[in-house]
């Protein structure tokens, strides 16, 4: 059986890998495949945590259905707001895009 650790590991690096792409990345889509990648890394330690603390009961497994709804709801908006913004301005340059501000 793999130990715990090992899985904190690879959560933390695909965390740390998704959040460097959010911060350093200008396309609107690869920030919000950068999120994507930051929520599987929460997915990963849910289960590792989860089969490490109860022994396959499944509790972990609960919340990462919450968190794939929400990935796949955060999905939709991203990508909706990147169609919008690339109709209107023709380029999809987070730093260029300002229209949404007040």
Avoid at 75 to 84: D, T
Avoid at 87 to 101: G, H, P, S
Wanted: hydrophobic letters at 60%; proline letters at 1%; a negative charge.
């Amino acid at each position: 059986m793999t130990p715990l650790q090992h899985y904190l590991v690879l959560s933390g690096a695909l965390f740390s890998v998704g959040a460097w792409g959010v911060l350093a990345r200008r396309s609107i889509i690869m920030v919000v495949m950068c999120l994507e990648l930051m929520f599987n890394a929460v997915n990963i330690a849910l289960v590792a945590f989860s089969n490490y603390a109860n022994a396959g009961a499944g509790r972990g497994e609960v919340f990462v259905f919450f968190v794939l709804a929400i990935a796949a709801a955060e999905v939709a908006v991203g990508l909706a707001i990147g169609i919008a913004m690339y109709r209107l301005r023709e380029k999809l340059d987070v730093d260029e895009l300002d229209e949404m501000r007040g």
